[in-house]
Nanobody, 113 residues
Framework: QVQLVESGGGLVQPGGSLRLSCAAS????????MGWYRQAPGKLREWVAHITRDGMIDYADSVKGRFTISRDNAKNTVYLQMNALKPEDTAVYYC???????WGQGTQVTVSS
């Protein structure tokens, strides 16, 4: 059974940084495209970034230049480095294996002074 476990969320001041991790078990992430999504209160879940098995990367315009997605296939983990955080980045962040029904449980990120 595949499990995705996110961690690294928390409370941070505007302009601060956090690094989220998504650890996978039961599946080898190196063969999949992995993505990060987020859902703010009262809003639909939105795509943030993805990284393909070949290492191709893309970002939502709202995070481009501030967030960096990466993967460590040896650790079966995907990361999201988030810099220059803004209050509008506040959301629950989820990771996902593309072309599957597998999502993590989410980790809360709150950006507030």
């Amino acid at each position: 059974q595949v499990q995705l476990v996110e961690s690294g969320g928390g409370l941070v001041q505007p302009g601060g940084s956090l690094r989220l991790s998504c650890a996978a078990s039961g599946s080898i992430i190196s063969i999949y495209t992995m993505g990060w999504y987020r859902q703010a209160p009262g809003k639909l879940r939105e795509w943030v970034a993805h990284i393909t098995r070949d290492g191709m990367i893309d970002y939502a315009d709202s995070v481009k230049g501030r967030f960096t997605i990466s993967r460590d296939n040896a650790k079966n983990t995907v990361y999201l480095q988030m810099n220059a955080l803004k209050p509008e980045d506040t959301a629950v962040y989820y990771c996902r294996i593309y072309n599957s029904g597998y999502w993590g449980q989410g980790t809360q990120v709150t950006v507030s002074s």
